[in-house]
């Protein structure tokens, strides 16, 4: 398909309006949370609920995004995956009860699978993969707006508003990524393949059942063995779907994917890494409100730190994948967020607020280096007949792993909260420990990188 030089230019900026929505809904979702749950009569810990159904519901369904997207064409598929956001954003601020509530945010996942899916799929196809990092990097820029604004504004409006005006936000924003879409946006299309309607259902329900499994044994709203029955059935689904892919011609994910060492490493580095980095935004306003007894407006200001660090570092990062290479940089940066994780257990009630500040920007730091990095080394190697697919299963475990963030961390929290006899604020910070280490560990699994991986992306001839 032909692109116009103009189609071209604007699309970054499109990318990074999907971006921003995402980022704001999410910010914004997790400072407000407590007000929610007073409002609905549901614990704080109960409305994890809304946060995984909608993540989930992502994970889901992006494995169709790709396929649309090639059958139909990315600028349709993009409009009406922000129309889908847009209109779930608006149900979700009209619901009356959790289960409405939660029912809305799954029409928000469902716009949310293609929307940014769709965005990233349309620049893969338009720019060299040498021009890659610096793209990605740019579209990653005004899209971290949003965790600055998210929490603040999410602090703001339940305090002096209400809750429901942090979804109603999204309408204006979605609207002009429509606009811009059906002005700039090229309309990429590619040879039509049969879609895998076994394949997506055996994969899909493995997710709902390793999430839901994992819901469940930290809300305790069913004995603990239907929990664990659950999770070890969408084990059993998963291993079921590679079974299934080696089997089936056009598999929903071409296991081949997995011959290209750098996505294998890339994609698992996302999974594990990214459990301890999903917990963030889930566990510190709750720990600044249950804990240390802020408002919402005070929570929501101490998650700005985090985003402004990674707005700092995104000018850096090119120069320090030219200094250390991809290697060095994701085993250096996913250790320092390790530790930085662990470090938020020092944190007390008693101490000033602003001691965390340096800490967050640092933090933001480090994982903004990290997520460029990692997203670009995990796609810079795939060919254009299967970037499709590898962006699909990128964003699928992207989405899964913060999913899983909120839910281990919400079942080690409770598990604290259980068997500790601890303190509120302990159990927060033993969580903490907990997540970190973990995080930790992760920065083992980019030790499999060799020294000169990635150097084409960074326009180096050796």
Do not use: W
């Given at each position: 398909m032909t692109k116009s030089a103009r189609s071209v230019a604007g699309l970054p900026w499109i990318a990074a309006i999907a971006f921003f929505m995402q980022a704001l809904?999410?910010?914004?979702?997790?400072?407000a949370i407590p007000a929610i749950a007073k409002s609905l009569n549901h614990s704080p810990l109960?409305?994890?609920?809304?946060?995984i159904s909608y993540t989930l519901t992502v994970a889901m369904l992006i494995p169709i995004s790709g396929w649309l997207a090639d059958r139909f064409g990315t600028r349709k598929i993009f409009s009406i995956s922000v129309f889908l956001f847009v209109l779930g954003s608006l149900?979700?601020?009209?619901?009356?009860?959790?289960?409405?509530?939660?029912?809305?945010?799954?029409?928000?996942?469902?716009?949310?699978?293609?929307?940014?899916?769709?965005?990233?799929?349309?620049?893969?196809?338009?720019?060299?993969?040498?021009?890659?990092?610096?793209?990605?990097?740019?579209?990653?820029?005004?899209?971290?707006?949003?965790?600055?604004?998210g929490p603040l504004l999410g602090g703001w409006l339940v305090t002096y508003a209400t809750w429901h005006w942090i979804f109603l936000i999204n309408i204006p924003v979605g609207l002009?990524?429509?606009?811009?879409?059906?002005?700039?946006?090229?309309?990429?299309?590619?040879?039509?393949?049969r879609f895998d309607v076994l394949g997506f259902?055996?994969?899909?329900?493995?997710?709902?059942?390793?999430?839901?499994?994992?819901?469940?044994l930290s809300e305790r709203i069913v004995p603990t063995y239907l929990a664990i029955t659950m999770l070890f059935s969408g084990i059993f689904l998963l291993l079921l779907y590679i079974r299934h892919a080696?089997?089936?011609?056009?598999?929903l994910f071409n296991l081949s994917l997995f011959h290209t060492r750098t996505f294998s490493i890339g994609i698992l580095g996302n999974i594990i890494s990214r459990l301890g980095t999903g917990s963030i935004p889930f566990l510190i306003p709750l720990m600044l409100q249950l804990g240390f007894g802020y408002s919402a407006l005070i929570a929501g200001c101490m998650m700005a730190p985090t985003a402004i660090g990674s707005l700092i570092a995104k000018s850096a990062v090119t120069k320090i994948l030219n200094r250390f290479g991809y290697r060095k940089?994701?085993?250096?940066?996913?250790?320092?967020?390790?530790?930085?994780?662990?470090?938020?257990?020092?944190?007390t009630a008693t101490e000033q607020l602003w001691i965390l500040i340096i800490p967050l920007v640092i933090l933001g730091m480090v994982m903004s280096t990290q997520f460029t990095a990692m997203n670009t080394i995990t796609l810079g190697d795939l060919t254009d007949n299967n970037a499709s697919q590898g962006n699909s299963l990128m964003a699928v475990t992207q989405q899964l792993s913060i999913s899983f963030g909120v839910a281990v961390s919400a079942t080690v929290l409770y598990t604290y909260q259980t068997f500790s006899h601890g303190s509120t604020i302990d159990n927060f910070h033993y969580t903490f420990i907990t997540m970190g280490?973990?995080?930790?560990?992760?920065?083992?699994?980019?030790?499999?990188l060799k020294p000169g991986d990635g150097d084409h992306l960074l326009g180096n001839k050796n």
């Open positions: 809904d999410a910010t914004i979702l997790n400072t109960a409305m994890q609920s809304a946060i149900f979700c601020a009209l619901s009356p009860t959790l289960m409405i509530l939660v029912l809305s945010r799954v029409m928000q996942g469902i716009g949310g699978a293609m929307m940014m899916p769709v965005a990233r799929l349309a620049l893969l196809r338009a720019y060299p993969r040498s021009e890659l990092l610096p793209v990605m990097n740019f579209v990653t820029i005004p899209g971290l707006i949003g965790p600055v604004i002009l990524g429509i606009f811009y879409a059906r002005c700039y946006m090229p309309d990429f299309t590619a040879p039509k393949r259902m055996l994969f899909g329900l493995s997710l709902v059942m390793l999430l839901s499994g994992l819901s469940l080696t089997r089936c011609p056009h598999p940089t994701l085993v250096g940066v996913t250790f320092l967020i390790g530790l930085m994780i662990s470090q938020l257990a020092l944190q280490v973990i995080t930790l560990l992760s920065s083992l699994v980019f030790i499999m």
